[in-house]
């Protein structure tokens, strides 16, 4: 195999495509836990997106209207979370888990419906010569989902540190007592948290079944909502580091294809596959060793909001 | 008029009994209106998933292979969880031990006598326990999440598993299909009724409920488990370690998963193929909260999830439903019993509007 450049460009895109729908679900659960909520059904809600986002692209032929359903089923089946956890201050953790489990099973009972089906694909948003450009493509050639998770990586990092809304949840998630004496509603700011992080989680999940292969198959997120929830501690609670982790774990992952492709690797395949999450753990005992995150976590994370009425 | 919730003092006992009963009907009843709408006669699937493995008799040997694990790795899991300590990767531990157990039965092969397969179920449990070592020791350590690490070694598990069964311990006899050869006789657990699946690892489940009943009940041990979860300011104060309870919790949930894994290797399924992560590890959670953290109500949930993934067999060949359906009933009965831990904290009170209240004052 020579080292060509083209051989770069590919592994860029391609290392892109796996980072991408991690990102997202990322970028949704970093503003959920900032708003004091740890919601570990990560996995479940993008498992929801992708059949949803598939089953809507089957009938409509347009991918544009999968993901917005995708976003829209990933939000859905967040406010079965929210409700649990925020109306009726169940435990966070069993509840997050519950909900993984409740997406998994609810995802492969409408897929079997869909399974061998084939949907549209995204058109390019720019114009073919520079899509298809061996060179340019390393720019142009991404589908219109990783343009708007870059996109959404910069508007998440704006609206936590800059605007007024981002001060009002980044305040009820390190101190819900304060804020709500303030008067601000706690319950309703991570109500919307909780639904935005559905709907960030759902499409990422549209990701894998209408992008990275456009096919539906059971639980096709493989554990990577999971590495979505790692990538937040990874990151610090930071929108900026995220896009560095998702991309870390995307060349992990790209190793692993690498090794299996060119049959280089003197060590078995299933070391590549079990490498990204061996390195997840290896990471996040590196960080925690480093500045003991505790300090960075948002002080609510995980409690129940329970005001002295 | 309002409702309004009190919190209560203490937790209601008869409603910690009643809840997970209710979310069990509750279930039932979703099913049946969920399936009339996907156009199933939700009535019999219904029927089927919940009360056919009950009513034929020789459905219950296959309830008691499927509950055995699940009730023992809850047993474990419910420990944790009372403490606050979440190891969630009990699938891991689950798959680790079973291969222990393989690794034991395999080097000894013919030479093994009859006590080889006590050496087996032994090292199913170092095995667990071991891989519940690390989440534990970078917990106590530095500090690591342990929900996320426990979890990403069910990974590295699985990918073990896969390759021991694609290369070393791939059947020579097998057609080049990525399994161990069929164990010998005498590394196999004793069957108890001649005739049936029903194998001695049944027999540790139901007897492992009463032992843990001691041990978290009598034990100092088990207050101390109590305290940590309940209280945990006055548990530090109290002088317990909040480290060795992360370790303490930890360790027995990855013994008990590893045995589970040994026992249904050596009891039920006697070779190891890509099949065996069947998911009892992540469905034990459910088993544990079902049954409130406690270990008699682990015995009766891990029975009542065994019957669902029974049931949800039947139902697929009578009423034709898919096999994620048993999945989601067991997620909906979860959904259920962590919404109404709110009527064992609360009490409902119904407050009567103003006018109603000022008309009642009036004595009208």
Redesign the interface.
């Known amino acids: 195999m020579q080292m060509t450049p083209e051989f770069f460009i590919l592994a860029i895109v391609t290392i892109v495509g796996i980072s991408t729908p991690i990102l997202l679900a990322a970028l949704g659960e970093l503003v959920v836990e900032k708003a004091g909520v740890l919601n570990?059904g990560v996995e479940g809600m993008m498992l929801v997106g992708a059949i949803a986002g598939f089953a809507t692209t089957v009938f409509t032929g347009n991918p544009w209207v999968g993901v917005l359903a995708a976003a829209a089923a990933g939000a859905t089946s967040s406010l079965?979370f929210g409700f649990?956890t925020l109306s009726?201050?169940?435990?966070q953790?069993?509840?997050g888990?519950?909900?993984t489990?409740?997406g998994?099973?609810?995802s492969?009972?409408i897929g079997?419906a869909f399974v061998g089906r084939i949907v549209p694909q995204f058109g390019s948003i720019f114009p073919p010569e520079l899509a298809r450009d061996p060179i340019l493509k390393v720019l142009f050639g991404y589908s219109p989902i990783v343009y708007f998770s870059i996109i959404m990586v910069v508007l998440v990092w704006w609206f936590l540190t800059s605007t007024r809304a981002g001060l009002i949840l980044r305040a009820v998630g390190e101190n819900d007592l304060s804020a709500h004496s303030i008067g601000y509603s706690v319950i309703g700011v991570r109500y919307l948290a909780v639904a935005f992080g559905g709907a960030m989680a759902g499409i990422g999940g549209a990701y894998f079944s209408l992008v990275i292969t456009p096919m539906w198959a059971?639980r096709m997120t493989a554990?990577r909502g999971?590495i979505a929830?790692?990538l937040v501690?990874f990151a610090s609670w930071r929108a900026p580091r995220l896009l560095v982790g998702a991309y870390f774990f995307g060349v992990l992952v790209y190793l692993e294809l690498f090794a299996k492709a060119s049959g280089l690797s003197i060590l078995?395949s299933?070391?590549w596959?079990?490498m990204p999450?061996?390195m997840?753990?290896v990471v996040?005992?590196l960080i925690?060793?480093r500045d003991?995150?505790?300090l960075n976590a948002p002080a609510c994370l995980g409690k129940p909001f329970l005001p002295a009425t | 008029m309002r409702i309004k919730l009190e919190k209560r003092p203490e937790p209601s006992r008869l409603m910690l009994v009643v809840t997970p009963i209710a979310s069990v009907l509750l279930t039932m009843a979703i099913g049946v209106v969920v399936f009339d709408l996907l156009g199933i006669d939700g009535f019999r699937a219904v029927v089927d998933i919940f009360i056919s493995p009950i009513l034929l008799s020789y459905k219950w040997q296959d309830v008691a292979v499927k509950a055995a694990p699940l009730i023992i790795i809850a047993l474990g899991l419910s420990v944790g969880?009372r403490a606050n300590v979440?190891n969630?990767g009990a699938e891991g531990q689950y798959i680790i031990g079973a291969v222990c157990a393989a690794g034991i039965g395999i080097a000894a092969g013919t030479t093994g006598g009859p006590l080889i397969i006590l050496v087996m179920l032994l090292a199913g449990m170092v095995g667990g326990t071991a891989w519940a070592t690390?989440p534990a020791a970078?917990k106590t350590r530095?500090?690591?999440?342990e929900?996320?690490?426990s979890?990403?070694?069910t990974?590295?598990a699985t990918?073990?598993l896969?390759?021991l069964l694609?290369?070393p311990w791939k059947n020579p006899e097998g057609r080049n299909f990525p399994a161990t050869a069929p164990l010998q006789p005498d590394q196999t657990l004793p069957i108890l009724f001649p005739g049936t699946t029903v194998h001695l690892g049944i027999a540790i489940a139901l007897v492992l409920p009463f032992a843990f009943w001691l041990l978290m009940s009598r034990s100092v041990f088990g207050y101390q488990i109590r305290v940590v979860g309940s209280a945990p300011n006055a548990a530090r104060h109290g002088g317990f370690d909040s480290n060795q309870t992360v370790w303490l919790s930890m360790l027995i949930g990855g013994c008990m998963a590893g045995l589970a894994g040994a026992l249904e290797f050596a009891g039920a399924l006697k070779a190891l193929n890509l099949g065996f992560p069947s998911g009892y590890g992540?469905t034990a959670?459910?088993v544990a909260?079902l049954g409130r953290l406690h270990p008699i109500g682990v015995l009766i949930a891990g029975i009542v999830l065994a019957i669902t993934y029974v049931g949800g067999q039947v139902a697929q060949t009578t009423v034709k439903?898919?096999?994620?359906?048993?999945?989601?009933f067991?997620?909906?009965m979860?959904?259920f019993i962590?919404?109404s831990?709110?009527l064992v904290?609360n009490r409902i009170r119904i407050i009567p509007s103003r006018k109603s209240a000022a008309a009642a004052v009036r004595g009208e």
């Open positions: 570990l079965i649990l009726l201050n169940s435990n953790v069993a509840t888990l519950a909900l489990i409740f998994t099973g609810v492969s009972l079997t059971e554990g999971w929830l790692a501690v078995p299933q070391f596959a079990a999450y061996l997840t753990v996040l005992t925690s060793m003991r995150i505790g | 969880n979440w969630i690390v970078l530095f500090g690591v999440n929900i996320l690490t979890l990403m070694l990974y590295v990918q073990v896969g390759y694609s290369g992540f959670i459910i909260f439903i898919p096999n994620a359906t048993a999945g989601i067991q997620a909906l979860l959904f962590l919404a831990d709110v904290r």
